[in-house]
């Protein structure tokens, strides 16, 4: 019995810390050289997705689960992505490629082994 109680309260210190750690992630974030189109000046020019970008505004393409921005000042284009997290006892669930981003990210179906119930972790 008392070997249950320890384990519980394992679980549950485990289950706070992915919880807070979850919390405090933040998304990854990647940076690109812009390129400056002739067409476009004052501009930034994505190669990738092959679109002119207002600055400090952001885009969300389609097909891609990330949030783009233009940064005329560092000449470069801020890719925010969703946050690499690993959920242990968690199973990843499909997600939409439809979905734009942050709607695109992972979530997680959990279930509490005491109670059985499953309940599901946004990233």
């Given at each position: 019995?008392?070997?249950?109680?320890?384990?519980?309260?394992f679980?549950?210190?485990?289950?706070?810390?992915?919880?807070y750690?979850?919390?405090?992630?933040?998304a990854?974030?990647?940076?690109?050289?812009?390129?400056?189109?002739?067409?476009?000046?004052?501009?930034?020019?994505?190669?990738?997705t092959?679109?002119?970008?207002?600055?400090?505004?952001?885009?969300?393409?389609?097909?891609?689960?990330?949030?783009?921005?233009?940064?005329?000042?560092?000449?470069?284009?801020?890719?925010?992505?969703?946050?690499y997290?690993?959920m242990?006892?968690?199973?990843?669930?499909?997600?939409?490629?439809?979905?734009?981003?942050?709607?695109?990210?992972?979530?997680?179906?959990?279930?509490?082994?005491?109670?059985?119930?499953?309940?599901?972790?946004?990233?």
């Amino acid at each position: 019995m008392c070997s249950a109680r320890v384990y519980y309260a394992f679980f549950i210190a485990n289950f706070i810390f992915i919880l807070y750690n979850l919390s405090s992630t933040e998304a990854a974030i990647y940076t690109q050289r812009a390129i400056f189109h002739p067409e476009h000046p004052g501009k930034c020019f994505d190669i990738i997705t092959r679109r002119a970008m207002l600055p400090n505004k952001e885009y969300r393409p389609k097909g891609i689960c990330a949030v783009l921005s233009c940064d005329l000042a560092t000449q470069s284009i801020n890719i925010e992505t969703c946050p690499y997290i690993e959920m242990p006892g968690c199973e990843e669930m499909p997600v939409d490629p439809k979905w734009s981003y942050p709607k695109c990210c992972p979530q997680f179906k959990c279930t509490d082994f005491k109670t059985g119930k499953d309940f599901i972790v946004t990233v």
